[in-house]
């Protein structure tokens, strides 16, 4: 199974500043195939199911605001928040699709400070 | 806009059959570039990734190994549904249940809390 390794487990970031998450896979996620990255990050408020943010490693879905980015290649990815507003508070979670059984991160819970 | 209703009990007895529902509406469950998922969350396991059922002309499945001796998921074309079931459960069961589309899931079910108790 792929290993899914986020850090922090949780972050206090102002409003208005930048919160930044990291995501490692245990071994590459990147599909030759189709030249993408198959890295997902989502965001979970409480008593919701979790909402795609970002696919493909830095392709934002439509309608995601956007100081959410996502980054990175191979094995290391971040997702960072350029602006943290105070709806952003949730967990955060990355999730690889590149092969079976897809895994998920443990999360990484945002704050504010 | 795709939506996905779930359905199913909230409580089943250890031993017993797990058994949810997930209706899908806006999408087919026999699209031939679709996926269905369950996924499950607790706290000791996070979210976990159960399996999926697709059609590539014709039906395949995907199972998490750790599930694999206890779980079926299946879809009903005539309902534009699909279903899991997982068998001789036990109290480290106890999860929300979720259907999810797709291989990275844009649309999830509205969660099924599911307490594995006598």
């Known amino acids: 199974d792929i290993v899914m390794t986020q850090s922090p487990d949780s972050l206090a970031v102002s409003l208005g500043e930048r919160a930044t998450i990291n995501c490692k896979s245990s071994?590459?996620?990147?599909?030759?195939?189709?030249?993408?990255?198959?890295l997902a990050w989502y965001q979970q408020k409480p008593g919701q199911p979790p909402k795609l943010l970002i696919y493909r490693a830095s392709s934002r879905k439509f309608g995601v605001p956007d100081r959410f980015s996502g980054s990175g290649s191979g094995t290391d990815f971040t997702l960072t928040i350029s602006s943290l507003q105070a709806e952003d508070v949730a967990v955060y979670y990355c999730q690889q699709y590149y092969t079976t059984p897809l895994t998920f991160g443990g999360g990484t819970k945002v704050e504010i400070k | 806009q795709v939506q996905l209703q779930q359905s199913g009990p909230g409580l089943v007895k250890p031993s017993q059959t797990l058994s949810l529902t997930c209706v899908i509406s806006g999408d087919s469950v026999s699209r031939n570039s679709g996926a269905w998922n369950w996924i499950r969350q607790s706290p000791s396991r996070g979210l976990e990734w159960l399996g999926r059922t697709y059609y590539r002309s014709k039906w395949y499945n995907d199972y998490a190994v750790s599930m694999k001796s206890r779980i079926t998921i299946s879809p009903d074309t005539s309902k534009n549904q699909f279903s899991l079931q997982l068998n001789s459960v036990s109290p480290e069961d106890t999860a929300v249940y979720y259907c999810?589309?797709?291989?990275?899931?844009?649309?999830w079910g509205q969660g099924t809390l599911v307490t594995v108790s006598s």
């Open positions: 999810a589309e797709g291989w990275s899931h844009e649309f």
């Open positions: 071994q590459s996620v990147f599909f030759s195939t189709n030249n993408t990255t198959q």
